[in-house]
């Protein structure tokens, strides 16, 4: 016998409301498969209709709105996270299954508040205007707000890139746009009691009641409905590139900016000098980057480049002992284990072979074996295409190239990615190899390293979390550092010869 | 009998070579209606294949040169037009019938000229690079060139939007990126010229031979091919919504960034109490506007709101006066003319009544009565999308008002305009109303005037030359105003734990 469950409700125009549900769906506990006993709500188009409406009058009282309160609500939402942590982690890891500590509790809560409260200084300071006074004209332009932002989260961040309380949702804030969240249903109960956080920050901050409103799910079309849609501003997304690219098409055809961060293979080059006498280290380093999570994050590297030769071998030795050695943890959801066998398995038609793993792993939990695939840099330049193929999750395939000119090749054909890093002997005895190669992959990537993984993404001012398409739909911006983030979500607006006392307190000469 | 004419080469890959045509094209000149016995090739896609692997080359090589060398080039090649400024001056005035005094000589290419030395001074500069250094942990960001980028120039500007000499080139080349010209059909002989002058300026500039290349035409197939190439960085467009909508549909399913420059109807709201005043001035004003250069400006004004009564019957009568008592110039070509006929035709179905003007004038040159039209408020308000109709011409509609109310619905329905102008009374008398309509407006447009019309768009750092869609793709961007424009033409770099050495100058501790 079932006891009644109620469905959760959605946050629409200040108040806790019923959807207009089309459906409902019960999210599951990753570690065991089992439904967590709670039900949410897949909103009609009425439901972002409605939102949409009220975020329109929100974004022009915000426009009205002082700086000072702007911060003052991201702050105070800060600190309302803060106080509910434990619950709030509590659910994020029974619907994630990702570590409490370190991760969850310790690492991505603690950054998310530092990035609502970078936030909150950059709205106070203001330096995302970008003012331009050309008093001689008497014309003047800064950054505005873009209008009401719809943010789309990812599955693998529960906090820090949700979106009702990641990176995405404090820059559109910071800017003076309110947000229409559309929180990601693998953690629903989390997202929902961080809504309830921010509801309460809300009061009494003197900001609209729409600054902030929250759906969980809605099909396709409505999906595609919502960023064309004439109200809207802009949209954020982190997720698939199956997902990204349908919205980005409905987007574009309606003239919306939207910034998608997609996918991203983030190569990992080892050059043969340095190779020699820190393969095993390297190795596991990689296998560190590769694990941590169960490599469900946009920077993991599922490629590693590599020339020929016995520094090469002990490097995979290492790599696949350090693999096998390790129990991984589970996956997400079910289909984040199948969507990373189907991308296996379409490595492996395109040429690669298994090292290790490549099949699930038994018990309840959505585990996988940490997979590791080989393909020689002739085969990876026969089907570059098929062969960068991400793999979300704990994979890595090693692309062996014959000599350097086959690894020149092979990085000339990758796709645009987040990153890319190359490791190289302390002594210099790869700089020549460097010199060679690193414009190649300059041009292929966001952020670019040195001896280090990409894993972890400092919440740095310096930072670039964005890259060439397809990692995301424009390589000019960034989803992480702030003030950075803001600028996309803000217009460029001009005014010549705008009457003194008509404008806005920031152009004014004073 | 009919001399044999050569047809004009192209200029790719540091060369001028017979294009693979697949047919040529005649220009016309505009004041007769004659041809004026020149030739110019149609590209097939081998010209543009050509052009995009030279340019990839010649993208590396950018990035290693000094930017002393880049701006000494900008600087070269302004002092070449100003050498050739005469056959350069007379080229145009044949292909756009242009006056030559003021526009062609002494407005717009000294303008040209400025555009390209402040390029120069920007790329010297730097600040375009917005560097960010974060010490502590060692993380640096910057901006970087694109990659090589496609410039479409309109047929408005044979100098100061030309893809080989405008702002866009401009803004491209500062940063370091190759341009490959589509020059406009309109001006191919002035283009060429150009050209011939920038080839000049190349050598012994120390940059590679495929900074600059330029055809002349292609069709619509080759040209949505070129914007979607993978070797591209990014496009840059002037001209009609049609021809930019196709070419951003390919680059947008391409994920190439592609900034456009499209429509824009420039409202212009009269105020009542202002206008009480003056009438008779306000309408002199804006007849200015609309018939200079016979309206053929992205910024010239197509629509005017006003509140019904007697001072607005007197604005129109001394508009429909000052239109009528004018003698237009020929407009860029005969299907110019016929466009704007089409569009006037288009809005009289919409239900917008000719009060004077509406058709051709009689002569060999391509001439059209200055055009106002008249439409009611609600009129409006019950088909905003087809009364926003962009008429490219000397052509305005009043949108007459009921009362203030109908007055902010309707500019409630604008869509997205490149500027926006309130002219209101100088004693305060307007200004509550003022302060209703002004948000409207901002909303809607890139550049907000008061008490000035929007032709004339200075080259001021503060300048926004952007705005909502469909004015332009993006409103986060300006094509006028340095160094703001060049920000379209960049990607964002970081680089994490990179070694000293191996940074770029600009990036470095120093």
Redesign the interface.
């Known amino acids: 016998m079932q006891t009644a469950v109620e469905t959760a409700k959605v946050w629409i125009d200040g108040e806790w409301r019923e959807s207009d549900a089309e459906g409902v769906f019960e999210p599951v506990n990753p570690s065991t498969g089992e439904k967590l006993g709670r039900e949410f709500p897949v909103s009609r188009w009425s439901d972002c209709d409605r939102a949409l409406t009220a975020a329109v009058d929100a974004a ?1 009282q915000l ?1 009205q709105t002082p700086a000072e309160r702007i911060a003052g609500f991201l702050e105070t939402y800060a600190t309302e996270l803060e106080a509910h942590a434990e619950a709030i982690v509590v659910a994020a890891y029974e619907e994630t299954a990702l570590p409490v500590s370190p991760r969850l509790k310790d690492v991505e809560l603690p950054r998310t508040t530092n990035q609502l409260r970078q936030a909150a200084a950059a709205a106070r300071h203001g330096a995302w205007r970008r003012v ?3 008093r001689e ?1 008497n ?3 800064c ?1 505005a707000p ?2 009401p932002v719809v943010v789309f989260g990812p599955n693998n961040f529960p906090f820090a890139f949700n979106g009702v309380s990641g990176g995405d949702f404090a820059a559109a804030i910071a800017a003076g746009n309110p947000v229409i969240a559309k929180a990601h249903p693998l953690h629903a109960f989390t997202s929902q009691l961080m809504a309830e956080a921010a509801t309460r920050a809300l009061k009494g901050s003197g900001l609209p009641a729409a600054t902030v409103q929250m759906i969980y799910k809605v099909n396709h079309e409505t999906g595609e409905r919502l960023v064309s849609d004439e109200r809207i501003g802009a949209v954020g997304f982190t997720g698939s590139k199956a997902a990204g690219l349908k919205l ?2 409905a987007a ?6 939207i910034y998608l961060e997609m996918s991203s293979l983030n190569p990992v080059v080892f050059l043969p000098a340095g190779l020699k006498e820190n393969a095993e280290k390297w190795a596991r380093e990689l296998a560190d980057s590769c694990t941590a999570g169960s490599g469900q994050f946009c920077t993991r590297p599922n490629l590693a480049f590599l020339i020929a030769g016995d520094a090469t071998e002990r490097f995979l030795r290492e790599l696949a002992a350090a693999f096998d050695g390790r129990e991984p943890h589970p996956l997400l959801s079910s289909s984040t284990r199948e969507q990373l066998h189907e991308s296996i398995e379409a490595l492996k038609s395109a040429g690669a072979a298994v090292v290790t793993g490549g099949r699930n792993l038994p018990g309840n939990g959505h585990r996988y074996a940490s997979t590791l695939l080989r393909v020689a840099g002739k085969t990876f330049l026969s089907a570059p295409h098929e062969l960068q193929r991400e793999a979300f999750g704990n994979e890595v395939m090693a692309v062996v190239a014959a000599d350097d000119q086959e690894l020149l090749d092979a990085l000339g054909r990758l796709e ?1 990615n987040l ?1 890319g890093c190359v490791y190289s002997a302390a002594s210099g005895a790869d700089d020549a190899a ?1 010199a060679r190669l ?2 190649l992959l ?2 292929r990537v ?7 993984m ?1 894993t972890g993404v ?1 919440v ?5 979390h ?1 890259g ?3 990692a995301t ?6 989803a992480v ?1 702030i003030p ?1 983030s803001i ?1 996309r979500f ?10 003194e006392e ?1 404008l806005p307190a920031f152009v004014r000469d004073v």
């Open positions: 022009y426009e331009t006074i050309d004209r014309i003047r332009s950054h873009i209008g980005k098409h574009d055809e309606a003239g919306k900016p645009g990153t460097y690193a414009p300059r041009r966001g952020r670019l390293l040195n001896d280090k990409p400092a740095s001012p310096a930072m670039n964005g060439p398409y397809p739909g424009h390589p000019g911006f960034t550092g950075a600028a803000t217009v460029l607006h001009c005014y010549d010869n705008v009457r008509r």
